[in-house]
């Protein structure tokens, strides 16, 4: 149980088109979805918190008018990067959370990543 | 926002060998995870903690919940080709916001 799909697994696009990146939860239910980006030899930096039905919380630092995220349903929850650049190259990776009382199921179940390349 | 320092940044080790590694932090966490990455995945959930001076096991891993609520160790033992990979710790502020470590990288000689 608690599995995490996320699609593309990797998606290479040109400097100033807009990607969106997929996250659902297979077997449950998730009241919270995160969004983290990772680079190269880097830790996972959380970039926003978004519950379904309402908006995201966006991290310091993070735009969220460049970081578009929708959480429409209990399974789903989606992230557009608009107008990327090559900066914006990174792994992609979001978390679902049960959102069940106690122990670890409790925890954030991550999905497998995007692999974003920007050209 | 609270950092965590986790240590060794990497390992390289033989085959069966035991291997430790911990993280600091200068605030308390009400909770510390320990997650495994592989290369080019997401990070899965090997141990939670959530009780100060806590001892918990999983299989051949054990890891601890400092009873100052400021650190954790994750401890491997006779370790194995697939424990290859990336280790990070997590603490948890809050409701549900995690923090992680650095990472450490493990490398086993066969």
């Known amino acids: 149980g608690a599995v995490v799909s996320q699609h593309p697994s990797r998606v290479i696009c040109k400097s100033g088109t807009s990607v969106k990146i997929e996250c659902r939860s297979l077997d449950f239910q998730a009241t919270t979805m995160f969004w983290y980006r990772q680079f190269p030899k880097q830790s996972l930096m959380l970039m926003a918190t978004s519950n379904e039905g309402s908006k995201a919380t966006y991290e310091q630092g993070v735009e969220k008018d460049k970081f578009l995220i929708n959480h429409a349903s209990l399974t789903l929850s989606t992230l557009t990067v608009t107008s990327a650049h090559p900066e914006d190259s990174s792994f992609y990776i979001c978390s679902a959370t049960p959102g069940l009382a106690g122990g670890s199921y409790n925890e954030q179940f991550f999905g497998p990543g995007t692999r974003l390349t920007v050209l | ?110």
């Open chain 2, 1 to 110: 926002g609270q950092q965590l320092n986790q240590s060794p940044q990497s390992m390289f080790i033989q085959e069966g060998e035991d291997v430790s590694m911990n993280c600091t932090s200068s605030s308390i966490f009400n909770t510390w995870l320990w997650y495994k990455q592989d290369p080019g995945e997401g990070p899965v959930l090997l141990i939670a903690l959530y009780k100060a001076g806590e001892l918990t096991s999983n299989g051949r891993l054990t890891a601890q919940f400092g009873i100052t609520r400021k650190d954790s160790f994750l401890n491997i033992s006779a370790s194995i080709p697939s424990d290859v990979g990336i280790y990070f710790c997590a603490g948890r502020e809050g409701a549900q916001k995690l923090v992680f470590g650095q990472g450490t990288r493990l490398t086993i000689n066969p």
